[in-house]
């Protein structure tokens, strides 16, 4: 139990931590970045709690039942891979968090910040530790909502909303493709959980859907990790703030898709197929990536480019599908990590003492900031592979398993390829430090200002840089331990045997890396002319295709939308109408059978006979009366009102209830809503039109009672009914079978209900806000000109009897609250009795008497609402019980006697409230229009009288 709570207090604490920032967003950035910083160093405390058993060999896991239908499980497990990766996002979140502190102006959205980036933080720690395919799929979305939010920090600037839209757009559009993946290879595996699924790689590579999983789950990790030809995202994400940069970019949103490829290694890795294309991606984003960082000006494009490049490396190796490139892999994770976060940082540093980040203005800051130049030349020292840093022994790990693997039949293409992208990643390397630091200052401007910031800013990238420094003295004692546990979960294997040392002897890795730090030396040395062919060269640009393509899209989608779309509501009727006739129409032909089955009728009684005629007749006078909204409500409540007596008969007073309640609300709001329209409708249909929407109306009428007859008079079959009615008293603890199914059995249902529902009264604020301004406040006014004023607005027999009206409704209401679990009645009933009780007080004293005594706010009421249901679900977990499990007992006081308490009370709390907010806040707005349409129409009656 302690180890399962420690689990989920892991992968909780940046959720929680983001929750707190955010309700203290008008505290101070120290309490922001204090509780920033205090969830990560409190996660880094628990991970280490979990080192022992974690890199032994036996990952700490926990599960709790969540959707076990859909085979969603709540599991959490951290082996050696996944405690690696929490060590850089929850160490590198720390050292952000530290380095944000002293970066960020005084004036930042701290709050906003620092809450982002803690909801980032929890999303891709959940992806690490997730045990379900399907629960890493949930985080793997919610980082990229979490990094558009960070991205797009600075929503005053261009490059930021656009560089979040893009990199929404292709992490999103992966995404997509990872989903169908992940899901292919849950049902192959015949299992959603992930340690059972690295159990069954020969399954699922024998299976013929393993080219559609692969493809799909490639596609998922290629753009999220920024591989080419979807890599154009990753450089447009640098306009977010530096700390973002260093954080996504270094240690987390980018690795995802490594970290995806590094865990189902056991399972996609191997074949022809997964060997050639993956290998062949990284290779190509490797030299790519270099290339182009080589001839980038921007210090954040360049390291963006860079960062490109270091991530083709790393899907190269795990593409190779073998054990020693896997363990070059995890090692180089470890160094990327440790110097791009360092690099990022300093460039933030730079551009922060000199107000650029064009390295054609900056050169000599060596002299004016000698620490910065210190950390950041020893950071791209370690980026370019040389000695006796960390970067040198993963580039030489690298460089030794390239021959081992023919790409295309071709032993020597590789190892040249690879030779070739190094160089390029050592030379801009190179000219990062060297045009940045060494010679003289380009500009005075930039140079004059510089100068060291304070320790606040470099103690982080001082710390990853000497982490960087340090993987390449010691790394046996630093590294080893670590990379071995974790390539040893990366292959599915034991433990491989880890030697890791800065001189293996003469070997053609070590000839290959002398090669490609004197081919980078060279072009520093030739920069200036490479870089004028580069300039000249007409290339492609990324960016100009993707906005081409995505105009394209826009373009036809439109189109197509016009085409297939009109605003004529008739005529999107007459569409949906028409082809549910043709589909019943084609199920009827295809069905076969008597229409009539054998199952015997029941004798119709003579009220029940009178009810039918009522209910035909008021349906025809509906249509009779159509011009007359007014008549036409009132015939339609008619309608209500017979199918709640015929619930009542069928024994259903739950719908019953329910019934004539939702009447009684949606007629009041409708009486409402008639008086911001026109008395009468203008005439909408000619004649020819009305006989063919009749013979539409007929013939569906006719289809859809042919199938109910049909249904009605077969035997139904097995029925769920029976299961519900045996278990509610037993395992919901009430008598009442509607009301338990709804807050116990398919409390799930009725969550995502009330929330839909939270929703459309959120709608309707959103659209009738703006109703009485403009074009439509013009004829709004105009109709209520036309109206005619009563006499006496607010009679005062009707004000009387609507202050007697509502404390007997709420009395009646908490009654049907309290009693739902055992007899008709519950939650959505008494919301529903609650808002007629208020809607009589509107309509009886005016808006401004019912909404200056109101104690309470409907966007609130929504809100508490839909949290109070989420928390008895949440809890329910924190018990060891699936989501939304009800529990109950029973108790005796004195006089009292025996009653029950049910966790299924705060459940339909939850609902009452909701459907209460979203009720009332169309109330309101109705009310708000009605009000400032008539104090613009110059009503002198309309004030105060709503």
């Known amino acids: 139990m302690a180890l399962a709570m420690t689990l989920l207090t892991l992968a909780l604490l940046p959720f929680a931590a983001a929750l707190a920032i955010a309700l203290a967003y008008r505290a101070p950035r120290i309490v922001h970045s204090g509780i920033a910083g205090a969830a990560s160093a409190g996660g880094l405390a628990l991970l280490a709690s979990l080192a022992a058993t974690a890199l032994s060999g036996t990952p700490p896991s926990a599960s709790w039942a969540w959707v076990p239908t859909l085979g969603l499980d709540l599991t959490l497990m951290v082996d050696p891979l996944g405690w690696m990766f929490g060590l850089l996002i929850l160490g590198i979140g720390l050292l952000v968090v530290i380095f944000a502190h002293a970066y960020l102006d005084k004036t930042e959205d701290t709050g906003r910040f620092f809450a982002s980036l803690m909801l980032f933080q929890g999303a891709m720690l959940g992806i690490v530790i997730a045990g379900n395919v399907l629960l890493l799929m949930v985080f793997w979305e919610l980082t990229s909502l979490a990094s558009f939010l960070l991205i797009g920090f600075w929503q005053h600037k261009a490059e930021a909303r656009q560089g979040a839209r893009m990199a929404l757009a292709v992490t999103g559009g992966g995404g997509l493709a990872l989903i169908g993946g992940l899901v292919l290879l849950g049902l192959v595996a015949g299992s959603f959980d992930l340690a059972t699924i690295l159990t069954r790689g020969a399954v699922v590579q024998a299976s013929p859907l393993y080219p559609a999983i692969l493809t799909l789950i490639l596609l998922g990790c290629f753009t999220k990790s920024a591989q080419f030809p979807f890599h154009f995202w990753l450089p447009h994400a640098m306009a977010a703030p530096t700390p973002v940069s260093a954080y996504l970019h270094s240690a987390t949103m980018v690795k995802a898709g490594v970290f995806l490829l590094a865990r189902l290694w056991p399972v996609l890795a191997g074949t022809e197929l997964y060997t050639v294309t993956v290998t062949t991606v990284g290779l190509v984003t490797m030299i790519v990536g270099a290339a182009v960082a080589l001839f980038r000006h921007d210090l954040k494009s360049i390291l963006a480019y860079s960062t490109i490049s270091q991530l083709g490396m790393l899907v190269m190796l795990l593409g190779f599908s073998l054990e020693a490139a896997a363990m070059a892999a995890v090692l180089h ?97 190179l000219r990062l430090a060297v045009h940045l630091f060494a010679g003289k200052p380009r500009e005075a401007g930039p140079f004059a200002r510089a100068h060291d910031p304070s320790p606040a800013m470099w103690a982080a990238p001082a710390f990853l840089t000497m982490l960087a420094v340090l993987l390449g003295l010691v790394p046996m004692i630093l590294a080893a331990p670590l990379v071995g546990a974790a390539t040893g979960a990366v292959t599915g294997s034991a433990l491989p045997e880890v030697e890791l040392a800065l001189w293996h002897g003469i070997n053609l890795a070590l000839i290959l890396s002398s090669l490609a730090v004197a081919g980078g030396a060279v072009l520093l040395w030739q920069h200036k002319r490479l870089l004028a062919a580069w300039e000249t060269a007409a290339l492609p640009d990324a960016k100009r295709i993707f906005e081409l393509v995505m105009g394209l899209a826009d373009r036809w989608v439109r189109k197509a939308i016009v085409a297939t779309h009109t605003p004529a509501l008739q005529t999107m009727l007459l569409a949906s109408f028409g082809v549910t006739i043709l589909l019943v129409i084609e199920g009827a032909l ?191 006014r105009a109709w209520r000109a036309d109206m005619p004023h009563s006499p006496e607005r607010h009679p005062m027999m009707l004000v009387a009897a609507s202050r007697i009206i509502l404390p007997l409704a709420l009395s009646v209401a908490i009654y049907l609250f309290l009693r739902g679990h055992n007899q008709p009645g519950g939650g959505f009933i008494a919301a529903l009795v609650v808002a007629v009780a208020f809607l009589v007080q509107y309509l009886a004293a005016g808006f401004d008497w019912s909404d200056a005594r109101k104690p309470f706010g409907e966007h609130r009421l929504i809100g508490w609402g839909v949290l109070l249901a989420m928390a008895t679900g949440l809890g329910a977990i924190a018990l060891g019980a699936p989501f939304l499990t009800s529990w109950f007992d029973y108790f005796k006081l004195p006089l009292i006697g025996k009653f029950e308490l049910a966790s299924a009370m705060l459940f339909d709390a939850g609902v009452f409230l909701t459907v209460l907010g979203a009720v009332m806040l169309a109330l309101q707005e109705l009310s708000h229009i009605a009000q400032r349409a008539a104090r613009a129409a110059g009503d002198s009656g309309g004030e105060g009288r709503g």
């Open 333 to 429: 994770i470890l160094n990327h990590a440790a110097f791009k976060a360092a690099l990022f940082m300093s460039a933030g540093i730079v551009e922060h003492e000199t107000g650029t980040r064009d390295i054609r203005r900056l050169g000599g800051l060596a002299k004016a900031m000698p620490v910065t130049a210190l950390v950041a030349t020893l950071a791209a020292a370690s980026m370019a592979g040389l000695p006796p840093l960390g970067g040198f022994i993963s580039k030489e790990a690298m460089l030794y398993e390239t021959p081992r693997l023919a790409l295309f039949g071709v032993t020597w293409l590789l190892p040249l390829l690879a030779t070739i992208g190094a160089t390029f990643s050592v030379g801009y390397s």
């Open 590 to 780: 295809t069905g076969g059978g008597a229409l009539t089955g054998t199952r015997p009728g029941l004798p119709a009684s003579f009220p029940a006979i009178i009810a039918w005629v009522l209910l035909v007749a008021a349906t025809l006078a509906v249509v009779v009366q159509s011009h007359n909204r007014l008549r036409a409500l009132i015939i339609v409540s008619v309608i209500g009102l017979v199918v709640s007596l015929a619930f009542a008969v069928l024994s259903a007073p739950d719908l019953a209830l329910t019934q004539i309640s939702v009447e009684a609300v949606t007629v009041l709001l409708l009486l409402l809503a008639l008086n911001l329209l026109p008395k009468s409708p203008p005439l909408l249909s000619p004649p020819s039109r009305k006989a063919r929407d009749a013979a539409i109306a007929v013939a569906g009428g006719l289809l859809v009672g042919g199938i109910a007859w049909a249904m009605l008079t077969r035997d139904p079959g097995p029925s769920i009914a029976a299961f519900h009615l045996a278990n509610a008293k037993s395992g919901g603890g009430g008598t009442n079978v509607v009301n338990v199914i709804l807050v116990d059995f398919r409390a799930y249902d009725t969550l995502g209900e009330i929330i839909v529902l939270g929703i459309a009264g959120l709608g309707i604020y959103a659209l009738l806000d703006t109703a009485a301004k403009g074009a439509a406040g013009a004829r709004l």
